[in-house]
Nanobody, 122 residues
Framework: QVQLVESGGGLVQPGGSLRLSCVAS????????MAWFRQAPGKERQFVAR????????DYGISVKGRFTISRDNAKNTVYLQMNSLKPEDTAVYYCAAGQSPSSDFRQYDSWGQGTQVTISS
């Protein structure tokens, strides 16, 4: 399985931006579909965004569509999540995931990072 390490989280004011990164190792990165999920305390893990192996197909959760952008650089084994117009309800631990199915269901992903905390507060 591929190993994933997220970075880029932090504390940001409402309306601000953050860029998360997820670096993969131990596998052939361009054979994996990649996704971002998030989980707030006491809530289920929520789909944020996913991207195809080559990066040409993307999909977003309803709550982030138009504000977040997922991208990947296969030469750098990295997937990104650009988050703009952040809201307090975006506060959560954000996880990077790798899998083989084009799915928004977290159970379809085999490899997970440790997560990075994103807090939106004034």
């Amino acid at each position: 399985q591929v190993q994933l390490v997220e970075s880029g989280g932090g504390l940001v004011q409402p309306g601000g931006s953050l860029r998360l990164s997820c670096v993969a190792s131990g596998g052939t990165f361009n054979t994996y579909r990649m996704a971002w999920f998030r989980q707030a305390p006491g809530k289920e893990r929520q789909f944020v965004a996913r991207i195809s192996r080559g990066g040409s197909n993307v999909d977003y959760g309803i709550s982030v569509k138009g504000r977040f952008t997922i991208s990947r650089d296969n030469a750098k084994n990295t997937v990104y999540l650009q988050m703009n117009s952040l809201k307090p309800e975006d506060t959560a631990v954000y996880y990077c995931a790798a899998g083989q199915s084009p799915s928004s269901d977290f159970r379809q992903y085999d490899s997970w990072g440790q997560g990075t905390q994103v807090t939106i507060s004034s």
